[in-house]
């Protein structure tokens, strides 16, 4: 449990806030194009429920303070849209031995599952501003990406713009609660992880989407 953060200037607080706001926003945004182009999805549904539902919980059940709440309305819309995109192009990546009507219970239940884990997690822990939930479901979102990658031996839905966007989207708020909470030796692995498996996760990208012949940074 979170106790006794230390005094962070409110100035600092916003634009740190602020930052992690539009990166991810870019990060969300470029997926939603990078689908759209590729005809695919290009966030693990795993990653994606537990986004939506933390998401959710933070506008809704538990609201944030400004200007953070008003990043999560933000987040929320956009993920949408991806959960859109996977609801469209996700069954060609669905198990092949499974029966392609487990598809849609399947989103369901890991949606529901990541709700109330992300609830219940914040109410047992006391941690009702979610820092627990996000930095962890943020590393099991840093892993996916590279299994994402290396199951499907294939780029599509994926760019370095993403992967770097949302390496620094989740930078600023490392920062933000290393300001709050310097103590905390939990929170500082997982920023951390977080940071090796992001920059893993990019080098893999770029050597991968290189290997086709492509100039990686072209590839928006």
Same mark, same amino acid.
């Given at each position: 449990m979170l106790q006794n953060p230390l005094d962070v200037d409110p100035t600092v607080d916003a634009i740190l806030k602020v930052c992690s706001g539009i990166f991810w926003s870019l990060a969300y945004l470029l997926i939603l194009r990078r689908g759209f182009?590729?005809?695919?999805y290009g966030m693990p549904v795993v990653a994606l429920c537990a986004n939506v539902s933390w998401e959710f919980i933070f506008s809704f059940v538990h609201p944030h303070s400004k200007p953070q709440l008003y990043i999560d309305y933000a987040w929320?819309?956009?993920?949408?849209?991806?959960?859109?995109?996977?609801?469209?192009?996700?069954?060609?990546?669905?198990?092949?031995?499974?029966?392609?009507?487990l598809f849609y219970p399947t989103f369901l239940l890991t949606l529901v599952l990541s709700f109330f884990f992300i609830l219940l997690m914040s109410r047992e822990f006391k941690d009702l501003n979610g820092v627990y939930a996000a930095f962890s479901q943020n590393?099991?979102?840093?892993?996916?990406?590279?299994?994402?990658?290396?199951?499907?031996?294939?780029?599509?839905?994926?760019?370095?713009? !993403?992967? +770097?966007?949302?390496? =620094?989207?989740?930078v600023f708020?490392?920062? %933000? $609660?290393? &300001? @709050? *909470?310097?103590?905390?030796?939990?929170? !500082?692995? +997982?920023?951390?992880? =977080?940071?090796?498996?992001?920059?893993?996760? %990019? $080098?893999? &990208? @770029? *050597?991968?989407?290189?290997?086709?012949? !492509?100039?990686?940074?072209?590839?928006?």
């Open positions: 182009v590729d005809k695919s929320l819309a956009l993920d949408a849209g991806i959960l859109i995109q996977y609801l469209t192009y996700g069954r060609k990546d669905f198990p092949e031995h499974l029966p392609g009507r590393l099991l979102m840093s892993v996916l990406f590279i299994h994402m990658l290396l199951r499907r031996n294939s780029y599509l839905g994926q760019s370095l713009y !993403i992967a +770097l966007s949302k390496m =620094i989207g989740t708020p490392s920062v %933000l $609660l290393y &300001l @709050y *909470f310097p103590e905390s030796y939990f929170l !500082i692995l +997982l920023y951390v992880s =977080i940071f090796i498996f992001d920059m893993t996760y %990019l $080098l893999l &990208l @770029y *050597f991968k989407i290189r290997a086709a012949g !492509i100039s990686p940074w072209t590839r928006v």
